[in-house]
């Protein structure tokens, strides 16, 4: 080895550099650039349609033709060359249309040629003022055209799915849309179709477009052929006001361009957030913002005058609140959902312990457990985004593991995310679950074969298998809060094995929740209430000279002591029962026990209820105070990397009903408190001021039972009791991206897309049960059945069946809220035993044949599952 | 009819004509692997499996064998580039997917010889260490595709294809595959795509089919000619090739002769010969005409005039005169006929024919046709064929592929020798008035007639 080759592995790692000259000027960029970005570098832009930074090139258009003299080995190209697909070379001499005469003519007569059948509908198409086609043409094209043929024209416009249209003779057939559709979402359903000047982006017709990332495609279309179905001859780019802000729906922390005009917000674009959503964001994101402008909207407080909900005024309602908590005392619980911003997760989180002098506040109005509170106090809480898992930590990562987390239908950009490094760095992804999905398949992941309720034993396998090594970060989702000792084996796996783990939530607000003590256990910044040291240091803040030193009640807890039943297994509570309840942005059926909720808001002392829209929590409140929208006010989330993302106000109407804090800071008042903030801007302020706690945190001990002992939920509101044995099978089970959740409401296309809800079944289930793909399946639990289309999934294991968590309801035609969810209907929660049955179609019309194959059924089970097996 | 006349001239001893992928074509039943055998067929590959697969490379190299579907780039060359150490496995693509107008010489010689290209195939593959190769043929011609696959299944039957061919411990597979009729799958890579399964469209390149080609693997695209021209180097040597043809165009060629010649066909010949030879070989014009202009090398080659005649027909000659040699389909039009028409025609199916993918090509040559038809009625403006030359070199040299080139190459040449012809239809004079088409047909003026008498 000589010393120069020991210089060179020792000299540190930086990118290549490569100098070349651009319209005379010379410039560095990294090895590999094209020619396009470089000039962009020295701030020239080459006009393009078909090029886009996330998409592999394709040289389709031809509109970025530039001269290059010199490629760099003292040879030109006599022919002009697309700036997009070549990369740069040491060297290299390139004249864009800013130097040469002939990358000048080369790109006029590609416009010219674009432009000859593309329509002069400019002044109706909803591109027109933001169209690359258009400014292109305005600024370099020729005022009068030399075509004198015929235009080209198809019928106009075409549905390509529930939200998009597509008007064939505006396209330039630059395939960005396929191209997004087959590298970034993996749902190819769009491509090119005929041949030639006749070439068109048409679907396949047996399957539409079916894409949970569909509205991209509308974003960047380079001229008005992809429009929005919801947006559509609504505004005129110029008239809108666009504000950059952060998406509501899920804890992926996507940066939005929401664009309102006379206070009405008429379309959500992606915003360029790299780090986080790069540039793209899924459709529940774009499509739903319609929920706050329904006829719903609460803006006037209510109070409940005999047993009638009663327009009031703000003193007056505000009166009758406080008289109802100070009776209540101490005996008040909080319930503040996962939907709030850090700021009024934090004035709540103030509010129920200065105010109200309790520590029963929960944000988790969904299935969980003290596993999960424990886990959540040692594991995430008072975390900066510094030490945190991040989107890129994703894509370097040797490996990542899901636990109890559907990225598609979770959180749908950690699932681009995930497909990308798959796609460019070979990422292998592991899967603990029953089945590969969709989403799986679409990531290349491989499947680590689990019962739902087993993930523990399952995360132990793969640590012993190597799998889980120092390289790989393991995912875990909100839903391992219904297997126990999940969470807890996940935290010994990544210790044993010098792993990462994140946990990823499905809402905007639930780590700004955790962060802001929203938990009967935890002061802000993940502080336990249980250690004097962070109460002083928590008071210090607050100027509180006492903090309730007690855990306080969890959310099962407290609707259970509504109830009147004891919290079981947990030790006597301090506070004997709960007289009051505040809620905020809860809907009942999220609940472990949606029943059960809704029976503990209607027999609690009394209830205050701070809500955008009527809700079961309003129908039932004896106080309804009305809060802002959040495109209303200001805010920050903190997405699962604990990355902040800012809230912005989008726009105010004159009736906008008060922000969550302003509420809070006027019960507060009239309760004869201080909260100490009555704005966002304070808020913050009083953010700002935490500083993550130092000092002990809970250790996650095994929970009872060990690892695989089946589901349970940690409300221990439903008893597990579907008897086993034939056609018993373990319920696997998720929340759907897009069903009937009230979020959605308003964004009617955007629901028509939704993902018909179904049974899977392993072939061998679906040999016993004799039923064929497609056909109907009943599925029972312990409140009930529901009928549900079989799918057949190669992949899943035998024992397990999975449902949608919540629906649509294909049965009842589409999402309607009316109709409870499908989990609901059951009694069941995920990792619940449920009976499968095949549905007899033809029982009525012909009952002798019915009869004598459910004697033979009855006869022998195995074989009568064989002969309906090969009859189907 | 034509081969007839080879044979002839080749009786007479004077013929300036090398039969030799020709050679067996009047044979009976030459396509059956006897009657190949008989001629000495797959003596080449054994000559090849005694050699290391690098020296059959080196041979193809040095015996200056270029590519005979238009490019001409040299085959050994091509081969070379194959990566050694690339994991994936290698393939060998036949392109049999012959369409461009004018261009018919792999047709005939698949359909009277099959087991050339085969065997060529086997060498090809063995020395690029390919263990599957696969002959991609045109859809519609049906017959060929039949006496292809049944040329295979001989092969195999004869142990020339499978495992251990010849006890060599050398296996090859080929798959005879049926495109869907797309000249653009004539393009290479799209032609790659086609066989992947996918649209026909060309690829970005680089990376090159010899690094990444069919399935993301090293891969050798030949033409159908280039290949079978292989056994024959193999059985007599590069010096026998060398000895025909120019220094840097070595070796026998098929010359398509078709349009308003007395007796069309195939002509196998040096390369180098000029169209004057062989017209004078296979009787000239049609009784009573003289050529007005000709492609070299089908419709995407600029056209030449009469005065070109005497052009060497070898790449670097044909290039110097401001023209591609292609696929030497010599289309010959006398003095009858109509440049406007024929270059309409042939934009016509180019338009039909582009694939779509890139502006230029898909608007221009829709545009192109328009402007075309306009001057062919009459209904051109003053100025038009300027602006037909403008729009024709927006065109070229900016597509992604050369289909276009080759849609403005012949509108170029056209314009270049027979501008008042589209001065005409600029001024009001239709096409079919200045040169009327019904005396441009084939036949002669008595044969029309009584043709017209006869089905009338």
């Given at each position: 080895m000589s010393v120069d080759t020991t210089h060179a592995t020792m000299a540190p790692a930086k990118p290549e550099s490569v100098t070349l000259t651009i319209d005379g000027r010379q410039v560095s960029v990294p090895k590999g650039t094209l020619i396009i970005r470089a000039a962009e570098q020295i701030g020239t832009a080459i006009p393009r349609f078909c090029d886009h930074p996330l998409l592999d090139p394709a040289g389709a258009c031809r509109q970025c033709l530039v001269e290059i003299p010199d490629a760099g080995n003292g040879r030109g190209f006599p022919k002009p060359q697309p700036s997009c697909t070549m990369p740069v070379a040491e060297g290299m001499v390139v004249r864009t249309q800013v130097s040469s005469e002939l990358a000048r003519n080369a790109q006029e007569g590609i416009l010219e040629l674009l432009l000859i059948n593309h329509p002069l509908d400019c002044p109706i198409c909803d591109k027109g003022g933001e169209c690359p086609l258009q400014n292109q043409a305005m600024a370099e094209g020729r005022g009068e055209s030399r075509y004198l043929g015929v235009k080209r024209t198809f019928p106009k416009p075409i549905s390509i799915s529930a939200q998009i249209l597509l008007d064939r003779e505006r396209c330039v057939l630059c395939q960005r849309c396929t191209r997004f559709s087959d590298q970034i979402s993996g749902d190819p359903f769009i491509n090119l179709q005929e041949r030639g000047a006749a070439s068109q982006i048409g679907e396949y017709v047996k399957d539409g477009y079916d894409s949970y990332f569909s509205g991209n495609v509308i974003q960047i279309c380079p001229v008005g052929a992809l429009t929005s179905k919801d947006y559509r001859f609504h505004a005129r780019p110029f008239d809108l006001v666009s504000t950059r802000t952060t998406c509501e729906h899920c804890a992926a922390g996507c940066e939005l361009r929401t664009d309102h005009r006379q206070y009405r917000v008429e379309r959500r674009l992606a915003g360029d957030l790299p780090e986080v959503n790069e540039e793209w964001n899924c459709d529940k994101g774009r499509f739903g913002f319609r929920y706050g402008h329904q006829d719903d909207r609460i803006t006037r407080p209510l109070v409940r005058r005999d047993g009638v909900l009663q327009p009031a005024s703000w003193a007056d309602a505000i009166d009758t609140a406080v008289?109802?908590?100070?009776?209540?005392?101490?005996?008040?619980?909080?319930?503040?959902?996962?939907?709030?911003?850090?700021?009024?997760?934090?004035?709540?989180?103030?509010?129920?312990?200065?105010?109200?002098?309790?520590?029963?506040?929960?944000?988790?109005?969904?299935?969980?457990?003290?596993?999960?509170?424990?886990?959540?106090?040692?594991?995430?809480?008072?975390?900066?985004?510094?030490?945190?898992?991040?989107?890129?930590?994703?894509?370097d990562a040797g490996r990542v593991v899901l636990v109890d987390l559907e990225p598609e239908d979770e959180s749908p950009i950690i699932f681009l995310r995930l497909r990308k490094a798959a796609m460019k760095k070979k990422l292998p992804v592991t899967v603990i679950g029953t089945h590969l999905t969709r989403g799986s398949v679409k990531m290349g992941a491989a499947l680590e074969p689990c019962l739902p309720g087993d993930e523990d034993a399952a995360l132990v396998r793969l640590v012993e298998r190597n799998v889980i090594d120092e390289r790989t970060i393991v995912l875990i989702g909100e839903r391992a809060a219904a297997s126990p000792g999940a969470l807890t084996a996940a935290v010994d796996a990544v210790r044993v094995a010098g792993a990462r783990l994140a946990w990823v939530p499905r809402r905007a607000g639930d780590v700004g929740a955790v962060e802001a003590g929203c938990l009967p256990g935890l002061l802000p910044g993940g502080r336990p209430v249980?250690?004097?040291?962070?109460?002083?240091?928590?008071?210090?803040?607050?100027?509180?000279?006492?903090?309730?030193?007690?855990?306080?009640?969890?959310?099962?807890?407290?609707?259970?002591?509504?109830?009147?039943?004891?919290?079981?297994?947990?030790?006597?509570?301090?506070?004997?029962?709960?007289?009051?309840?505040?809620?905020?942005?809860v809907q009942p059926r999220d609940f472990a026990d949606p029943a059960a909720t809704l029976a503990a808001l209607e027999q609690v002392g009394f209830l205050v209820s701070l809500e955008q829209r009527t809700s079961q929590v309003t129908e039932r409140a004896d106080v309804v105070l009305p809060v802002a929208l959040l495109e209303e006010t200001s805010g920050t989330f903190l997405n699962w990397e604990h990355r902040p993302g800012r809230v912005r106000v989008v726009n105010t109407q004159p009736a906008t009903p008060m922000n969550e804090i302003r509420v809070l800071a006027a019960l507060a008042d009239a309760m004869g408190s201080d909260l100490g903030m009555r704005t966002v801007?304070?808020?913050?302020?009083?953010?700002?001021?935490?500083?993550?706690?130092?000092?002990?945190?809970?250790?996650?001990?095994?929970?009872?039972?060990?690892?695989?002992?089946?589901?349970?939920?940690?409300?221990?509101?439903?008893?597990?009791?579907?008897?086993?044995?034939?056609?018993?099978?373990?319920?696997?089970?998720?929340?759907?991206?897009?069903?009937?959740?009230?979020?959605?409401?308003?964004?009617?296309?955007?629901?028509?897309?939704?993902?018909?809800?179904?049974?899977?079944?392993?072939?061998?289930?679906?040999?016993?049960?004799?039923?064929?793909?497609?056909?109907?399946?009943q599925v029972t639990g312990p409140a009930g059945s529901v009928e549900l289309p079989a799918r057949v999934d190669p992949t899943m294991i035998d024992g397990a069946v999975w449902m949608p968590l919540h629906g649509p309801d294909q049965a009842a035609g589409g999402g309607s809220r009316q109709a409870p969810p499908l989990r609901q209907r059951l009694g069941v929660l995920p990792g619940s035993p449920v009976h499968l049955a095949a549905v007899q179609a033809n029982a009525g019309?012909?009952?002798?044949?019915a009869g004598t194959d459910q004697a033979n059924a009855g006869t022998d089970q195995a074989n009568a599952g064989t002969d309906q097996g090969g009859a189907a | 009819m034509s081969e007839d006349a080879v044979t002839l001239e080749m009786a007479q001893g004077s013929s300036p004509l090398t039969p030799v992928l020709s050679a067996n074509w009047d044979d009976p039943r030459a396509w059956k692997l006897v009657n190949y055998e008989r001629r000495d067929g797959y003596r080449g590959l054994r000559t090849a499996l005694g050699m290391a697969p690098d020296d059959v490379i080196s041979l193809v190299k040095e015996a200056g064998l270029r590519g005979r579907g238009g490019a001409g780039f040299p085959a050994g060359l091509k081969w070379s580039f194959i990566p050694k150490d690339n994991p994936n496995p290698t393939y060998l693509v036949v392109n049999c997917d012959e369409s461009e107008p004018g261009t018919c010489k792999d047709m005939p010689l698949l359909m009277a010889s099959p087991h050339t290209l085969v065997e060529g195939a086997i060498i090809a593959s063995y020395a690029v260490h390919a263990k599957v190769a696969f002959l991609y043929v045109r859809g519609e011609v049906l017959h060929i595709i039949r006496r292809l696959q049944q040329a295979v299944r001989e092969a195999y039957s004869a142990g020339y294809l499978g495992s251990d061919i010849l006890g060599s411990g050398y296996d090859l597979d080929i798959i005879v595959h049926a495109g869907a009729g797309a000249y653009i799958c004539g393009e290479e890579t799209a032609l790659l795509d086609s066989l992947e399964g996918r649209r026909g469209q060309p690829r970005l390149r680089p990376p090159f089919p010899a690094v990444a080609g069919l399935y993301a693997s090293p891969t050798v695209v030949n033409n159908a000619e280039t290949i079978s021209s292989v056994p024959a180097i193999l059985t007599h040597g590069k010096d026998w090739f060398q000895s025909m043809g120019t220094e840097k165009s070595a070796g026998f060629t098929l010359f398509s002769l078709s349009g308003h010649v007395a007796n069309p066909g195939q002509y196998e010949a040096p390369l180098g010969i000029t169209l004057a030879q062989l017209l004078q070989i296979s009787g000239g014009m049609r009784a009573g005409h003289q050529l007005k202009f000709f492609t070299p090398g089908g419709s995407s080659t600029p056209m030449f005039s009469a005065a070109e005649v005497n052009v060497p027909l070898d790449y670097e000659s044909v290039a110097g005169a401001g023209s591609i040699l292609g696929t030497k389909a010599l289309q010959c039009f006398d003095e009858t006929t109509s440049v406007v028409r024929t270059v309409l025609r042939w934009m016509e199916f180019y338009k039909h024919e582009s694939c779509g993918k890139c502006t230029p090509c898909r608007e221009g040559t829709w545009w192109m046709v328009q402007m075309l038809r306009r001057i062919e009625a009459g209904e051109g403006r003053p100025g038009d064929v300027d602006k037909l030359l403008d729009v024709n070199e927006r065109i070229g040299g900016r597509s992604f592929c050369t289909l276009a080139d080759g849609a403005v190459g012949c509108v170029r040449g056209a314009v270049k020798n027979f501008r008042d012809e589209f001065e005409a239809g600029c001024n009001g004079v239709p096409a079919w008035q200045l040169l009327p088409y019904e005396r441009s047909t084939?036949?002669?003026?008595?044969?029309?007639?009584?043709?017209?008498?006869?089905?009338?």
């Open positions: 008289a109802g908590l100070k009776a209540a005392g101490r005996r008040v619980g909080v319930l503040t959902g996962g939907r709030l911003t850090v700021e009024t997760n934090l004035a709540w989180s103030k509010f129920a312990r200065m105010v109200l002098g309790t520590n029963n506040i929960d944000f988790r109005s969904r299935i969980s457990s003290p596993e999960e509170a424990t886990f959540l106090a040692s594991q995430v809480a008072g975390r900066s985004q510094a030490e945190s898992v991040s989107y890129r930590d994703l894509e249980t250690d004097p040291v962070a109460r002083v240091e928590t008071g210090a803040l607050w100027a509180a000279r006492t903090l309730p030193a007690e855990v306080g009640l969890d959310a099962g807890q407290m609707l259970a002591s509504v109830l009147g039943s004891p919290a079981d297994d947990a030790e006597e509570p301090v506070e004997p029962a709960i007289d009051a309840l505040m809620i905020s942005g801007v304070e808020a913050h302020a009083a953010w700002a001021e935490i500083e993550p706690w130092q000092g002990a945190r809970p250790e996650l001990a095994d929970p009872e039972g060990g690892p695989g002992t089946g589901a349970a939920d940690g409300s221990g509101q439903f008893p597990a009791t579907v008897a086993g044995g034939a056609g018993s099978l373990r319920l696997d089970s998720w929340i759907q991206l897009l069903d009937s959740s009230a979020g959605l409401d308003g964004a009617t296309d955007l629901q028509a897309s939704a993902r018909p809800a179904v049974v899977r079944v392993s072939p061998g289930t679906a040999q016993w049960l004799g039923v064929a793909e497609g056909q109907p399946v019309t012909d009952q002798a044949n | 084939v036949f002669s003026d008595e044969d029309l007639d009584s043709r017209v008498g006869a089905t009338a």
